[in-house]
């Protein structure tokens, strides 16, 4: 007799919405942080977020139309949601062509490659991401200051992010204290005032984000609690042994942080408490690397090495089955 039950590939939902719905509510949640990259960026935002978006769309179609000759996915938003989520995490002056090679790498390399939405072992948008800062270190680490439709887009002037402020002078020897004058105030770090990814910067715009999704039940709160929380404490830690070496859990987390990413429904887990482990290990990797690391920031990479295991934690860290026998003691 053959198997009557089919089972689908992730994302698993629980209601009557559908993948193309989710998706597009993803991308409800990224305009603020657009909005935001846009008014402070100007030009350079609408050109990184345009090319993005539009060759991730299009390498996804020509992939399924003319190589997988499968059924096409484009509508569905998951090659949107890609291109904004790779456009996000960018710096607004970062060269067309580089923009494209990134969205090739995240779509026909991290996606494509192991069958399409679903299959993905990796976040597509981070791999297309960390591919570009590998293969172009200098560009994606150059980064624009804010000043609206003034920032150019080639020709923009240029400084370092709050965290490579604080790596590098501490790397220098100054002390903390002194560093802290050089890096932008709180208010700029939460409304975005800042240099940095075009959709990283505004702590205020990726809240907003946050309560839309919970709002419309596309996630649940424990991958964001449990980053949010255990950077919080691993940062006090450090920052109460050595204030003077370590910055404050409220630098760390307005610096950047990885609400959308991390809660990708392909690449993380399915059982809540695996997501809360999850989620601690993204934010104590992301500190480590930060702290210890070459990269002032983490975020990408903390996240790829708990995809890597979150293929494990859905194995064993999952409900009982229906009708499983409970032994009590």
Known sequence: MSNPLNISPSPHIHTAETTQKLMYGVVIALLPSLFTSIFFFGAGAIIVTATAVISCITFEYLIQRFMLRKPLSVNDGSALVTGLLLALNLPSNIPVLMIITGSLVAIGVAKMTFGGLGNNPFNPALVGRVFMLISF?????????PSGFKTGYIDAATGATPLAIIKEGLKNGDSLSQLMEKVPSTLNMVVGKMGGSIGEVSALALIIGLVYLLYKKI???HIPASVTGSMAVFTSILWIIDPESFASPMFHL???GAIFMA???????MH???????GCGIGIL?????????????????ILIMNAFVPLMNTYIKPK???EEVKHG
């Open 272 to 278: 809540p408490k695996a997501m809360l482990l999850y």
């Open 286 to 302: 992301t500190v480590i690397i930060r702290v210890w690391g070459a990269y002032p920031e983490g975020v990408s990479f903390a």
């Open 254 to 256: 307005l610096a950047g």
């Open 219 to 221: 996630i649940t709160w």
């Open 321 to 323: 089955r229906f009708g």
């Open 263 to 269: 809660t990708d429904y392909v690449t993380s887990p």
């Open 137 to 145: 270190p200098v560009q994606m680490t150059t980064w624009p200051v």
